[in-house]
């Protein structure tokens, strides 16, 4: 498969090079020329299928040749080594749970394959790459993980001091190896904008090669497609409307639900849910879109003033509002909402959601008042322990630590601190 910039301003190039290169030269991201439906029979017999089968069916027409299809085979079933279940908390609403995965965020599963796909690629490459990666929270910690050890990577991530948690902050500074961490006096529209400098810093990318692993890779970004053919899997014999609320930030997560509905997955509609960073939001009734500064939040990995899918939305419904319209709803809700519905999740199904789930979950409620026959899936991005000092405080509860984040409690954190893109340049040189 190729991809084209969406800035239309460079050529063409192959799902290797795109992989590698991250954004396109003329800054644009990167989208596959053509979508190519799935059969009518991989639905039907969607229950037949392993999830690392479904995974491969889905995503090889992006991939191939330039992974060769044996090797693609290892790469999707070493990606997905843990579960992915739907948990019914009534009629309408299920979560599908994303946070099984080694660093307990959905971030796992791109992370993994693009780790896989570049180690593949650089396999017998003395070249070395590095992949500078921004995170609000959770890509840090799944980048971090999915790379260690990956032979002929770097890993350098910027994160903005004191606007992680805890185990966030822990998940990717302690591994040490090829991982490195850098601690940003800053926001997380400033670790974004110091890496997009990077990018385009002639002198610097020069002198080496630089990659991203944010969602704008495509590596990163579409083996996401797989959670919405995971939780249909799962759903489609008990519920006919299915449709999803996806606790968004950057968008890709969302965006990559909407390549799976361009495969031929029958999902009726979308809910982007969002915090008070809402640009989005603001978009689906204004039809303008205008950024802004990103607000600090309960649920930080969508702080994200910028959401850089965004333009991949606009370009699968080839940019015509009213389709976007009919596919996608878009609710912001303030801490207070989602502290209220972290509550009512407890306390009415017994289930301890997240911030970022409780988004998505009053996504649902927010759809369901006017379409009270769907049945709506919130993702729950991230396991709840990973925002240990709200959940707890919400729900008055102890929650117990699962061992994923055990293993990381006692490490102790090395980060470099800098305040500028000149102390970044600097630090890569
Ligand atoms: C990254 C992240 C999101 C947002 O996902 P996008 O693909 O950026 O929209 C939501 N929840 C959690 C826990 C995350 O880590």
Request: proline share 5%; aromatic share 10%; glycine share 6%.
């Amino acid at each position: 498969m190729n991809y084209y910039s969406l800035n239309k301003k460079a050529p063409n190039t192959t799902f290797k090079n795109a992989v590698i290169k991250g954004l396109a030269p003329d800054k644009g991201l990167y989208f596959p020329e053509s979508i190519t439906p799935l059969t009518k029979s991989f639905f039907d017999d969607i229950d037949k299928l392993s999830y690392s089968e479904i995974a491969f069916e889905a995503i090889k027409q992006f991939v191939l040749p330039e992974i060769p299809e044996d090797i693609l085979k290892t790469i999707v079933e070493e990606t997905l080594s843990f579960d992915f279940p739907v948990v019914q908390l009534n009629d309408n609403i299920s979560t599908l749970e994303l946070f099984h995965g080694p660093t307990m965020a959905f971030k796992d599963v791109g992370a993994r394959f693009m780790a896989r796909c570049l180690g593949y690629f650089n396999r017998d490459n003395d070249e070395e790459v590095t992949v500078l990666v921004a995170t609000s929270g959770d890509t840090g910690g799944a980048v971090a993980n999915g790379f260690l050890g990956v032979k002929g990577v770097n890993v350098v991530i910027l994160y903005p001091s004191g606007k992680v948690s805890d185990i966030q902050e822990k998940q990717l500074t302690t591994l040490g190896q090829n991982i490195k961490a850098l601690e940003v006096n800053g926001t997380f529209d400033d670790c974004q904008a110091m890496v997009k400098t990077a990018f385009l810093d002639e002198d610097l990318i020069s002198k080496m090669q630089l990659t991203s692993a944010n969602s704008i890779n495509v590596a990163r970004w579409l083996p996401q497609l797989f959670y919405f053919m995971f939780a249909y899997k799962q759903l489609h014999n008990t519920y006919d409307d299915i449709v999803f609320s996806v606790p968004s930030g950057n968008f890709g997560n969302v965006c990559a639900g909407m390549m799976a509905q361009q495969l031929g997955l029958p999902i009726k509609h979308f809910i982007a849910s969002n915090n008070l960073n809402n640009v989005v939001t603001r978009y689906l009734v204004s039809q303008l879109y205008e950024p802004k500064p990103s607000i600090q939040t309960i649920s930080n990995a969508m702080d994200v003033g910028a959401p850089s899918n965004f333009i991949r939305i606009q370009e699968i419904y080839k940019n015509d509002f009213s389709t976007l319209k009919e596919n996608i709803s878009s609710y912001s809700f303030t801490d207070e909402e989602t502290r209220d519905a972290m509550l009512e999740i407890y306390n009415s199904y017994n289930y301890v959601a997240d911030p970022h789930g409780a988004v998505g979950y009053l996504g649902c409620k927010s759809y369901l008042q006017d379409n009270p026959n769907a049945h709506c899936v919130f993702l729950e991005t991230a396991h709840p322990t990973k925002f240990l000092d709200v959940v707890e405080d919400v729900i008055k509860t102890k929650q117990p630590l699962p061992k994923q984040i055990q293993s990381v409690m006692g490490k102790d954190k090395e980060a470099t601190i800098i305040s500028s893109y000149e102390d970044l340049k600097s630090y890569l040189l």
